[in-house]
Nanobody, 123 residues
Framework: QVQLVESGGGLVQAGGSLRLSCAASGRTFSNYAMGWFRQAPGKEREFVGAINRYGGTYYADSVKGRFTISRDNAKNTVYLQMNSLKPEDTAVYYC?????????????????WGQGTQVTVSS
């Protein structure tokens, strides 16, 4: 199995930047596609972006051009660099691992999930 732990969340002012990390343990995740999702209070969980095992990426329109996903397989870690943050980016951010898929936007496709890290963007 794969265990995922997110870190790097916090409070930031609008226009600022934040870098989230997702560290995997239990086994090497080099063969997994990795996704980032977020969920705000009272809202459904939504897709943010994903990276496949080759380094290819795909992003939701709401974050395209502002967020960047990368991975370091030697460290079993995936990153979400968030720039030009907006109050509507406020949410709990989750990373997830998908052994079967490539760049799925559906949470149902992912096999393992972290417990999330809170990101709050003030006006």
């Amino acid at each position: 199995q794969v265990q995922l732990v997110e870190s790097g969340g916090g409070l930031v002012q609008a226009g600022g930047s934040l870098r989230l990390s997702c560290a995997a343990s239990g086994r090497t995740f080099s063969n997994y596609a990795m996704g980032w999702f977020r969920q705000a209070p009272g809202k459904e969980r939504e897709f943010v972006g994903a990276i496949n095992r080759y380094g290819g990426t795909y992003y939701a329109d709401s974050v395209k051009g502002r967020f960047t996903i990368s991975r370091d397989n030697a460290k079993n870690t995936v990153y979400l660099q968030m720039n030009s943050l907006k109050p509507e980016d406020t949410a709990v951010y989750y990373c997830a691992a998908d052994f079967q898929g490539g760049l799925s936007t559906s949470s149902r496709e992912y096999d393992y999930w972290g417990q999330g890290t809170q990101v709050t963007v003030s006006s």
